[in-house]
């Protein structure tokens, strides 16, 4: 399977603790974005990296979350003393560098704190 | 905040009929695309259309988009059991390098 692989699916962890996410993008493409999506809602702009330079983060990425892609590669997603307001849908997408390029979304990580 | 605004936020139509769905948004872009999502998992890529085109079409999808009311519209012909999900609009929106969402419509096709 050569599209975005997200890992892990699934993640239950206790408030306080943190977690990790991580990211495969399509090969060839050096955009990357993270996003969040909670139920009955659009997805909502996290981060976005071009090559392993993060160029963009919303306001809504607090203090707690952290995003790299080291190599321009994978990418990861951390979030640090996670709260219950953190749970949601983790989606990463990647497209290429250009004016009107698709977007292509890996199948998400659902978060759920406890 | 979303710029996009799906409407209707739920539609729920007969197999074999057509569904239409308008997305609404906000500021200049570069191109508008539509993706669906089945409950819990990730968003495909169904089409994108360029700033500069007005209507485009794939298979049993039709897009239209009109940057003068800032508005597009995606027609399902031949509705199918297999369509049900929730459709969203996302702009590209001009100088952002990110995609903006809006709410999504949920269809469902009854068998």
Redesign the interface.
Known sequence: DTGVSQNPRHKITKRGQNVTFRCDPISEHNRLYWYRQTLGQGPEFLTYFQNEAQLEKSRLLSDRFSAERPKGSFSTLEIQRTEQGDSAMYLCASSRQGQSTEAFFGQGTRLTVV | S?Q?EEDPQALSIQEGENATMNCSYKTSI??L?W?RQNS??????LI?I?SNEREKHSGRLRVTLDTSKKSSSLLITASRAADTASY?C?T?VMG?????????TRLTINP
């Open positions: 979303q996009g570069n191109n695309q993706y819990g998992r990730g968003l495909v890529h994108l360029r969203f996302a590209d952002a390098q990110k995609l903006v969402f809006g709410q999504g």
